[in-house]
């Protein structure tokens, strides 16, 4: 009896030991007396003991390798040192397991034999200003080559391009002299600017001014010609008022005399009268004595 509980322990112990749970994103390559039996995938599984043996857990998520430098040599003889980083999914545990020994060894070096290849074809410059491009045929020519093995390349990416020192330093110079003339240019174009601004507000100025100028000649000359106007039209309603009155010879003849009196006050040293003024000036003298004598 106590054999028989003996015997049931064990084969429950047995069991226990023999049922697996893959989580998720796993995967477990079962072999069977040595060869591949299945592919166990997500979730409770027994196996057979003695028979059946997880060969290998593959985990199916998005892998990221970095892969240290690797020195390459552009098409004008240029050696430089090139990181990649690549991203990487097992899609097939079988090939996976059963494709390729070490596969991180065999992606590894095929990065690297792919990108001589892809960089010996381009000069430094194109190779500095083309990551794009390369990344894209990297992980066009890493994808189709890793196909066999269970493994997809989802992105390739050039982590660091280290060219020379000497190299570095000549593109340090070649940046530096190039800022220096974009800031010159610059600086150039910001005094021209300014020069421009500067000639147009003193166009602008002298535009305003001489505008001030013509409208304050102009209404100078409005206002002469409206006082000109102002005094002919006084002089006009006066000969207007004179000549309504009808006044005598006398009364002309007086005022004749006060004009050339003021004429009198000038520089001219000889007065012209004429005849007929001198006439009605005697009548008028006449004319005052016998009022006097009566």
């Not at 005022?255 to 001198?278: C, R, Y």
Request: glycine share 6%; aromatic share 4%; charged share 25%.
């Amino acid at each position: 009896m106590p054999f028989i509980i003996g015997l049931i322990i064990l084969l429950i112990i047995i069991l226990i030991a023999n049922v697996k749970i893959v989580p998720q994103a796993h995967a477990y390559i079962i072999e069977r007396f040595g060869g591949y039996h299945e592919t166990w995938g997500v979730g409770l599984h027994i196996k057979i003991p003695f028979i059946d043996k997880i060969a290998r857990k593959v985990n199916l998520k998005e892998h990221v390798v970095d892969f240290p430098p690797q020195p390459v040599i552009t098409e004008d003889n240029v050696t430089m040192q090139i990181d990649t980083v690549v991203y990487y999914q097992i899609t097939d545990p079988k090939l996976f397991a059963y494709g390729v020994e070490r596969p991180m060894m065999a992606i590894e070096n095929l990065t690297a034999t792919t990108l001589r290849n892809i960089i010996g074809d381009m000069e430094l410059d194109e190779t500095l200003t083309s990551r794009d491009t390369v990344n894209t045929s990297m992980r066009s020519i890493l994808d189709e080559a890793t196909d066999p093995w269970g493994i997809k390349i989802n992105r390739v990416e050039l982590k660091n391009i280290i060219p020379p020192r000497e190299i570095q330093d000549a593109m340090e110079r070649q940046m530096k002299a190039e800022r220096e003339r974009r800031e010159s240019i610059l600086r150039a174009e910001g005094e021209k600017k300014s020069a421009i601004l500067m000639a147009e507000g003193e166009k602008e100025a002298a535009i305003l001014r001489a505008e001030a100028k013509k409208q304050a000649a102009i209404k100078e000359a409005e206002g002469q010609a409206e006082a000109i106007i102002t005094v002919q039209k006084a002089v006009a309603e006066g000969i207007r008022q004179i000549n309504e009155a009808n006044p005598c010879d006398a009364y002309i003849a007086m005022k004749s005399l006060e004009s050339f009196e003021k004429a009198a006050d000038g520089k001219s040293t000889k007065i012209i009268i004429p005849s007929n003024i001198q006439g009605i000036a005697g009548l008028a003298a006449s004319v005052k004595e016998i009022m006097t004598e009566k």
